[in-house]
T-cell receptor, first 110, second 116 residues
Framework: RKEVEQDPGPFNVPEGATVAFNCTYS??????FFWYRQDCRKEPKLLMS???SGNEDGRFTAQLNRASQYISLLIRDSKLSDSATYLC???????????FGKGTMLLVSP | GAVVSQHPSRVICKSGTSVKIECRSL??????MFWYRQFPKQSLMLMAT?????????EQGVEKDKFLINHASLTLSTLTVTSAHPEDSSFYIC????????????FGPGTRLTVT
């Protein structure tokens, strides 16, 4: 299994839809996980950190499934502005570095 | 806040020249800064980890003599691409980790390098 794996998508959804992406990781000892959002030709921006079973921030919910070694990101009531690539990141090495997945592209249409 | 700036945002240079990219944490002290490279439609690839006052740790396959990193203060790290070639053309992004947050990284806006 690759260190961090994501479905590249794209996920095409209409405005108002609920969409979820998964990210699988190989290091069972990982304790923290991160979701970043990256717009085209821009830098990643931290969206959410997950240190325990999950985290919720408005329309965004991240959940961790340790048994199956994946984290998910759920977006409710999708907006056009949610269109972006969502990167999952997991600490690696000495836990000071992050390994990023290739990202999942989301396209929200009117 | 956790604002990271990067300069220049875009640079075009001729093959064989060197390019310096600066990464600054504007409102926090960054004990560790990271340099990534991202090719189109690819993931972020970590090039090196830079700790203030010590030598950078390079990832496997990254030439330390070609990509010189200096982290002279808690708010500034520089990456110099020496003798650049067209294959070095890429999006270079730095990130910084706050002293009080062991894992979260905050990214600079990136530098798009084109070597002709």
């Amino acid at each position: 299994r690759k260190e961090v794996e994501q479905d590249p998508g794209p996920f095409n959804v209409p405005e108002g839809a609920t969409v979820a992406f998964n990210c699988t990781y190989s290091n069972s000892a990982s304790q923290s996980f991160f979701w970043y959002r990256q717009d085209c030709r821009k830098e990643p921006k931290l969206l959410m950190s997950v240190y325990s079973s999950g985290n919720e921030d408005g329309r965004f919910t991240a959940q961790l499934n340790r048994a199956s070694q994946y984290i998910s990101l759920l977006i409710r009531d999708s907006k056009l502005s949610d269109s972006a690539t969502y990167l999952c990141a997991v600490p690696s090495g000495g836990y000071s570095t992050l390994t990023f997945g290739k990202g999942t592209m989301l396209l929200v249409s009117p | 806040g956790a604002v990271v700036s990067q300069h220049p945002s875009r640079v075009i240079c001729k093959s064989g020249t060197s390019v310096k990219i600066e990464c600054r944490s504007l409102d926090f002290q960054a004990t560790t800064m990271f340099w990534y490279r991202q090719f189109p439609k690819q993931s972020l690839m970590l090039m090196a980890t830079s700790n203030e006052g010590s030598k950078a740790t390079y990832e496997q396959g990254v030439e330390k003599d070609k990509f010189l990193i200096n982290h002279a203060s808690l708010t500034l790290s520089t990456l110099t691409v020496t003798s650049a070639h067209p294959e070095d053309s890429s999006f270079y992004i730095c990130s910084a980790r706050r002293r009080d947050s062991p894992y979260e990284q905050y990214f600079g806006p990136g530098t798009r390098l084109t070597v002709t």
